[in-house]
């Protein structure tokens, strides 16, 4: 019996790099994300970026809005198996 999905390779340099390129700092990002119905904390953004926590589906579909990028691929560029 699984108890939930588990991250085992972190998306979090690029999501960092991502919203450096978009010139968010991590308080920026996170009351964005809180607008959009996202709770994050900046602790918890930090966590993400640090590969120290799971992202969640509705976090990433928010990152690609508040990051400006148009495709998911952004997310996973440069990661492998």
């Given at each position: 019996?699984?108890?939930?999905?588990?991250?085992?390779?972190?998306?979090g340099?690029?999501?960092?790099?991502?919203?450096?390129?978009?010139?968010?700092?991590?308080?920026?990002?996170?009351?964005?994300?809180?607008?959009?119905?996202?709770?994050?904390t900046?602790?918890?953004?930090?966590?993400?970026?640090?590969?120290?926590?799971?992202?969640?589906?509705?976090?990433?579909?928010?990152?690609?809005?508040?990051?400006?990028?148009?495709?998911?691929?952004?997310?996973?560029?440069?990661?492998?198996?």
């Amino acid at each position: 019996m699984a108890s939930g999905l588990k991250q085992d390779i972190s998306i979090g340099q690029n999501l960092k790099a991502l919203r450096k390129k978009a010139h968010l700092s991590q308080r920026e990002a996170s009351a964005q994300l809180e607008i959009l119905g996202v709770s994050m904390t900046e602790d918890i953004l930090a966590k993400i970026e640090q590969g120290r926590y799971s992202v969640r589906i509705s976090a990433l579909l928010a990152f690609k809005q508040i990051y400006k990028v148009s495709s998911f691929d952004a997310f996973f560029e440069g990661l492998e198996l």
